[in-house]
């Protein structure tokens, strides 16, 4: 058998996942992660105010316990836990 069929197809560097330095965004794209990760993950757990966690969660992005991650493939980004 070919050595080269054996072998299992390597994922591309390029289309990982990356953490964004928050320090780069300006303050309007920082604010919209900050909306879009408070509607996301509060707003569909029947919390009758999502928009009540923005402060704590701009908090913990400054903190860094919360990173902006940018998908290469899907050209978007958003707020996560660092890996």
Not at 22 to 49: K, P
Not at 68 to 78: H, K, L, S, Y
Request: proline share 5%; glycine share 8%; charged share 30%.
């Amino acid at each position: 058998m070919n050595e080269e069929y054996s072998q299992e197809a390597q994922p591309d560097p390029r289309e990982e996942k990356f953490v964004v330095d928050s320090g780069l965004l300006s303050d309007d794209q920082l604010d919209g992660l900050v909306d879009e990760y408070c509607t996301r993950y509060h707003g569909l757990n029947d919390t009758e105010q999502p928009m009540a966690e923005r402060s704590r969660v701009m908090a913990a992005v400054k903190r860094g316990d919360l990173v902006v991650w940018f998908d290469p493939v899907e050209n978007t980004a958003g707020l996560g836990l660092r890996a």
